[in-house]
């Protein structure tokens, strides 16, 4: 991603949303790199029934001129409050913002995948 002064932030418009079930706790996380001024961030976006509604969860930002670093955000689940899940990329700044290797899972205890095919 490139960024030019800027702020941008790349989700699923429509579809592609995650279903997220009560009380499981969920983790998305990512390996960002930076060059330049550009920081990048990601979000986890819980989408409520309540049009317009949303509760956001960013990680740490990353940059400027960073090599790769790992991020996460964590979670739980709402049910049928917030029944789905949107992630995000983001970035500001100045310079190019890459992102790899996303991954988002249902965690329990201390980082046990508690769901099949939840990673990427």
């Known amino acids: 991603m490139r960024v030019d002064n800027d ?8 579809g592609h949303t ?7 706790t969920y983790r998305y996380s990512m390996w960002i790199k930076t060059e330049g001024d550009a920081r990048g961030w990601i979000e986890a976006i819980e989408m409520l029934l309540r049009i317009g509604d949303r509760e956001s969860h960013c990680s740490t930002t990353v940059g400027p001129n960073q090599d790769w670093t790992r991020v996460e955000v964590a979670f739980t689940g709402k049910g049928e409050e917030a ?4 992630p995000s990329i983001s970035a500001e700044g100045a310079g190019r ?14 980082g046990n995948i508690v769901k099949e095919g939840m990673k990427d």
Do not use: K, Q
């Open 7 to 14: 702020s941008l932030a790349f989700w699923p418009g429509s």
């Open 18 to 24: 995650l279903h997220v079930d009560e009380g499981v």
């Open 83 to 86: 029944p789905f899940a949107c």
């Open 97 to 110: 913002v890459w992102f790899t290797d996303m991954a988002f899972e249902a965690m329990t205890g201390e």
